[in-house]
């Protein structure tokens, strides 16, 4: 990740602006503030991907939170083909006055867009989006992009980069945002605690969903809850020990394919004072 964002910044002036792309359903968490140094004072449109999962009111009270603060924002779903008009209208937006003065002196030029983002955020499925077809590797889990490279998306070129993590985690609470999306790798992780803290949030926020999804109606604690989950399921051992490691599993595989519900993370009124 270090040569990563190395990388990065020595290919910034060969860029007329950056897509960084979140993830709706943890917006904040997945900002990366080191990113700030590398983008400097370039354009940036930030893409709240995976829109279909998220709560949609959420989701537009970020907008609005992005749009407030003077930032381009689209909402959008990279595996849905719709969203590439919304897409490319914002970025032939933040290019206009470029391009308006290449056609004044008689030029027709490509611009060039850098992608980046926190691991398994969509970068590589917005490659793929833009351009047609499967120009990038993508998948369900941190870390698919390894280098650096230009791609050619019509009349853009965008440099896929590697998903890049900020070196320490100031925030626990984004922390744990980070692991319940994927963004974190599976294996360093004790899904037992995951799954139990994403139980605690879900019913802080979301308890009907617990209530249709698992017939949870005990919300007082996180165990009473997973052990609900893995008696609804039945994920129980011989002997009547219930199976935890598959409670977890379940769990966090039906959030992040969106079966619990359309979930956001995060309250865009609890960071307005945001800095990006």
Not at 63 to 73: A, D, I
Not at 131 to 158: E, H, I, M, N, P
Not at 176 to 185: C, P, Q
Not at 217 to 233: A, G, H, I, T, V
Request: glycine share 8%; net charge positive.
């Amino acid at each position: 990740m270090t040569r990563a964002m190395r990388d990065m910044e020595e290919k910034r002036g060969l860029c007329d602006g950056i897509i960084c792309v979140l993830d709706a359903r943890a917006p904040i968490a997945t900002v990366n503030k080191n990113f700030k140094k590398i983008f400097g004072e370039k354009p940036v449109l930030y893409l709240l991907n995976k829109a279909d999962l998220s709560d949609a009111n959420r989701t537009d009270g970020f907008l609005k939170l992005f749009e407030s603060k003077g930032k381009y924002c689209v909402k959008c779903d990279c595996t849905n083909p719709s969203s590439k008009r919304l897409i490319l209208q914002k970025l032939t937006e933040i290019t206009e006055e470029k391009r308006v003065r290449a056609e004044a002196k008689g030029l027709t030029r490509t611009f060039r867009f850098m992608v980046a983002g926190i691991p398994n955020t969509g970068k590589s499925t917005l490659v793929n989006l833009i351009s047609g077809q499967k120009r990038a590797k993508t998948g369900d889990k941190a870390g698919v992009t390894r280098d650096v490279r230009w791609l050619r998306c019509g009349v853009f070129d965008l440099l896929d980069t590697p998903g890049t993590m900020p070196p320490s985690f100031e925030d626990q609470d984004l922390a744990k945002h980070l692991a319940y999306i994927g963004s974190v790798n599976d294996d360093i992780l004790d899904m037992d605690d995951i799954a139990l803290e994403l139980l605690g949030e879900l019913a802080a926020n979301y308890p009907q969903y617990l209530t249709e999804r698992y017939g949870i109606e005990d919300f007082s604690e996180n165990l009473k809850m997973y052990e609900q989950l893995c008696k609804r399921r039945g994920f129980i051992l011989r002997g009547g020990e219930f199976d935890y490691e598959r409670g977890a599993k379940a769990l966090i595989d039906d959030f992040r394919k969106g079966r619990i519900g359309k979930i956001t993370l995060e309250k865009p009124a609890d960071y307005k004072d945001f800095e990006w």
